[in-house]
């Protein structure tokens, strides 16, 4: 456990630096700690130091877990691809999520939140890359999705999302962070108040360039096995 604080005193120093070289006010940017495919144990120790906000991308190891740490007071974010069938149960037992890239996915996610429950915080998943392997919607189909999501009574939009092809430059780095960040603020929509960029490898640029939340995996909770 020793070797998971030292690099979550690690991660929450690096960001807090990132900060610091942004000119950004200390604590703007939230830690996502990503715990897919890590055991619920290591889950309990990053818990014990304070971090809340968790995020999984696979459905049934992410559910398996919630029940393992369930007298834990945990907000769980769904990062990973939704399939149709797959949107019950994440309405049900997630407060994030930050993946979805159609209407008729925010439609069924909204149809299937429980009236129990507060509304479910979105993100909208853009291809700022134009990678054909990844997921997410065209910038110039940001606009229009939008507005139909703002609609659904059971979800509160909150932002957007976005994996950027991987680079090495700092400042290529920050370029699609840059452009995804000043198409949204041109829409002048105050209520969009969530970025969800950056992650270990590019964790400085996303903050540069207006990241509200980073998601944090390998950094923290170490190297995952090969798949």
Known sequence: MNSIAQRFAKVRKQLRQAEINAQRALGSVQLLAVSKTKPAADIAAVY??????????????ALKKQQELAAFSISWHFIGPIQSNKTKPIAQHFAWVHSVDRLKIAERLNEQRPDYLPPLNI???????????????ELADLPDLIEQVGKLPNLRLRGVMAIPEPQQDYQAQCLPYRRLYQAVRQLDRSDLDTFSFGMSGDLQAAVAEGSTLVRIGTALFGERPSQ
């Not at 014990?48 to 190891?61: A, D, K, M, T």
């Not at 993100?123 to 919607?137: F, P, R």
């Open 123 to 137: 993100c909208l998943q853009v291809n700022i890359s134009d990678e054909a392997s990844k997921s997410g919607i």
């Open 48 to 61: 014990s130091f304070g971090q809340r906000h968790f995020g999984e991308n696979y459905l049934q190891e």
